[in-house]
């Protein structure tokens, strides 16, 4: 098989290791016979994926005491409900800050439960930048951010300062660089960007929010039905669970965030370099914004779209076309992306300009 530089945005690249060992395990989980898919999760083999998976996202994060790590289904995209459901209290309001498509479907959810106050947004320039200014009301419960815009390319590069419960779903930048996790009532992210394969939803929660909404909580979306039964209320996602263990394993063998921050650092420096001194390119997002999971930008002179795309496609590159609302393209560098894919794209950008 030749090898295809995936840039896609999601489902996406996983490490190879990730793959290999995943894909054994779905014909003979560690000699035992059987088929990960096929066995008990309350078997010994299955309950200690789960508790490995578990104590390495803790480890990795370097989570403090006092929170629970879950690996749910739904996606985060039933986060947005579950997130207003547990994070409801008094004044039965969030506030959200809405930088783009996920977090305006977010906030949207609220409006289930109580109402969703956007408090600063980048709806009037197409979500191309993170907006900087804004001030949180008081008659508020918690305060919700979209980390990374997958779709926009835009990211936050600090932590928004607040004495709400601050909440944030980090489904596209979790585990691409170190986090102060002790900063975050809930943080949440969907595993098909950064994690594993689709089928799964990470929430990391604090102890002290579970059990204290001012709603009453269906059984599947109360956070503390799973974390009283150690995310086992139900059968999870086993392979899911399995193949995000094993991505986990893997940064930590590369020896954690610090080196993954690193790499994703050198990896979105030289596009967006390339993307600046390129006369035929320009970035979409605003520069001190920009986003080092998902980098989107347009050739400047739409007549050169047709060569472009058969330059790529020959060059064995998948998955850059643009998220229809942005148009133009988006290469998605997570971190199982080599540098030397990244390189590929850059080659094929200079050789369309020396034409
Ligand atoms: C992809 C994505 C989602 C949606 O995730 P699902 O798991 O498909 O529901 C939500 N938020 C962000 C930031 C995303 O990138």
Redesign the pocket.
């Known amino acids: 098989m030749s090898k295809i530089h995936n840039f896609s945005a ?1 489902p996406c690249i996983l490490a190879p290791t990730v793959f290999e060992e995943a894909s054994k395990a779905i014909l003979n989980y560690n000699n035992t016979g059987l088929s990960l898919i096929e066995m008990s999760h309350r078997s010994p083999e299955f309950v200690a994926v789960m508790e490995e998976a578990r104590n390495l996202v803790k480890e990795i994060l370097n989570i403090p005491k006092g929170y629970t790590v879950l690996f749910l289904q739904g ?3 039933l986060g947005f409900l579950e997130i207003a459901y547990n994070m409801m209290r008094e004044h039965k309001r969030g506030a959200y800050i809405t930088t783009g498509a ?1 977090a305006t479907k977010a906030c949207k959810e609220a409006n289930f439960m109580g109402e969703g106050v956007v408090i600063a947004t980048s709806d009037d320039k197409n979500n191309n930048y993170i907006p900087k200014d804004y001030s949180i009301p008081n008659d508020v419960d918690y305060l919700h951010y ?1 980390s ?1 815009n ?1 779709i926009f390319g835009t990211q936050f590069k600090t932590i928004p300062v607040t004495d709400k419960p601050l909440v944030c ?1 980090m ?2 930048d979790i585990f691409s660089k170190p986090i102060d996790v002790s900063k975050f009532d809930i943080i949440y992210a ?1 595993a ?2 950064n994690l594993g394969p ?1 089928g799964t ?1 990470l929430f990391i929660v604090k102890d002290s929010i579970l059990g204290q909404s001012s709603v009453e909580i269906p059984t599947m979306l109360n956070l503390k039905t799973h974390a009283d039964k150690d995310s086992m209320f139900n059968t999870p996602p086993v392979f899911a669970v399995y193949a995000s263990m094993l991505t986990l394993r893997w940064i930590k063998s590369l020896g954690g965030l610090t080196e993954i921050e690193k790499r994703n650092n050198a990896k979105a420096e030289l596009l967006y370099k390339e993307i600046d001194n390129n006369s035929l390119f320009e970035g979409t997002a605003a520069k001190e914004d920009r986003s080092y999971m998902n980098v989107t930008f347009t050739l400047k002179d739409d007549s050169k779209k047709d060569q472009f795309d058969k330059m790529w496609n020959e060059a064995n590159i998948s998955g850059i076309k643009g998220h229809r609302s942005v148009g133009g393209y988006r290469a998605s560098i997570y971190n199982a992306m080599p540098i030397e894919s990244v390189q590929v794209l850059i080659d094929v950008m200079k050789a369309l300009e020396n034409k």
């Open positions: 999601g996606g985060a995209s996920w979209t990374n997958t779903d489904s596209s969907g098909q960007k689709a939803t």
